[in-house]
T-cell receptor
């Protein structure tokens, strides 16, 4: 049971570089999301999607793009990396496309990203 | 807007004792869900327990129970018979009237032998 798979697990970038964090789930979940976790801040939503072709902004979307061409995949793109984007990134998915759900989110193992 | 407050940055408990981790929330939604997640030092996020706003009974999952007091807007996690493996960060979260779930800042629990 793969669940939610994130790659890479670790990445170091230089300021100004771009990259894509990959996320794939095999549970046929409609809702997928990207979070960043910073010390003492909990998890903050970057972008989310409620189905293929449908994405929207979360709390902290600036500097990030997403797309959802299939149910399974939800990549996160950093357009021009900045040191403020140094963080741990989590992808998550859950069943249902409603905003209120009793279903928990399933998280990937996270990507630790450092921007120099 | 939703808000989750976890007022205990760190908690200590003796092995085999019970511990309560506090969570208060604020929302204007009538329908909402409350979740607790565990994050061990290895980093993954693990779902523990769920409580719906219309659930009349407190949720339980093994050694975990959720003390839900709707009028006080609190959803405290109770861990009975603590084990060394319970040492971790614990996050309270909620969803409701928007697609943006809200997470608290977490409580670090350390279980002493």
């Amino acid at each position: 049971n793969a669940g939610v798979t994130q790659t890479p697990k670790f990445q170091v970038l230089k300021t100004g570089q771009s990259m894509t964090l990959q996320c794939a789930q095999d549970m046929n979940h409609e809702y997928m999301s990207w979070y960043r976790q910073d010390p003492g801040m909990g998890l903050r939503l970057i972008h989310y999607s409620v189905g293929a072709g449908i994405t929207d902004q979360g709390e902290v979307p600036n500097g990030y793009n997403v797309s959802r061409s299939t149910t399974e995949d939800f990549p996160l793109r950093l357009l021009s990396a900045a040191p403020s984007q140094t963080s741990v990134y989590f992808c998550a998915s859950r069943s249902g496309s409603q905003h209120y759900s009793n279903q928990p989110q399933h998280f990937g193992d996270g990507t630790r990203l450092s921007i120099l | 807007a939703q808000k989750i407050t976890q007022t205990q940055p760190g908690m200590f408990v003796q092995e085999k004792e019970a511990v309560t981790l506090d969570c208060t929330y604020d929302t204007s939604d009538q329908s909402y869900g409350l979740f607790w997640y565990k994050q061990p030092s290895s980093g993954e996020m693990i779902f523990l327990i769920y409580q719906g706003s219309y659930d009349e009974q407190n949720a339980t999952e093994g050694r975990y129970s959720l003390n839900f007091q709707k009028a006080r807007k609190s959803a405290n996690l109770v861990i009975s018979a603590s084990q060394l493996g319970d040492s971790a960060m614990y996050f309270c979260a909620m969803n409701g009237g928007s697609y943006i779930p809200t997470f608290g800042r977490g409580t670090s629990l350390i279980v002493h032998p």
